[in-house]
């Protein structure tokens, strides 16, 4: 005689379906939860590596073969999962892209001083700072504005731009 599964259905009666291959209430199999994700090891290092080298995200997620909107959510997700206390693809991501766009940023920082000291400008990049990164670039209100403000440097931090 086969065991039945006897887990209490809906309507408050046992489940009659044999145990070892009731559909709804095998504990032994994994549900089917949806397809796998398009996140793998190596898709998260072209985004990642993209990133560094100073690409946006959506340039990013095209070289990676997958739509922005797959990054966002995978990012989303990731973070949501962080603050769950879960540690899994999507978290191991997150953490991934951020220090990618610490490196990215890095990466303009460093072009940025560089062309400001061969050329006295660097307007061009800190704009493009400003764009891609407004939370460390980005405007701030100082109150205050006058287009007579002179900044003085000493003699020899004006010689290492020189």
């Known amino acids: 005689m086969t065991d039945i599964c006897g887990v209490e259905t809906t309507k408050g009666e046992p489940c009659q379906n044999p145990v070892e291959s009731c559909p709804w209430h095998n504990v032994d199999e994994k549900p089917d939860t949806g397809r796998d994700t398009k ?18 995200l959506t340039s990013a997620a095209r070289m990676a073969g997958v739509n922005r909107s797959s990054v966002y959510e995978w990012l989303d997700r990731g973070e949501a999962d962080i603050e769950s206390g879960k540690d899994n693809v999507f978290t191991e991501f997150y953490h991934r892209v951020t220090r990618a766009r610490g490196h990215g940023e890095d990466f303009y920082f460093e072009l940025a001083l560089e062309l400001a000291r061969e050329n006295g400008d660097h307007q061009f990049i800190a704009s493009l700072m400003k764009q891609r990164y407004p939370d460390s670039w980005g405007e701030t209100e100082t109150g205050v504005s006058s287009p007579d403000i002179e900044i003085s440097v000493s003699e020899a931090t004006y010689e290492t731009w020189q």
């Open 39 to 56: 996140l793998s090891l190596e898709r998260q290092e072209q985004i990642a590596t993209a990133i560094e080298q100073g690409k946006s």
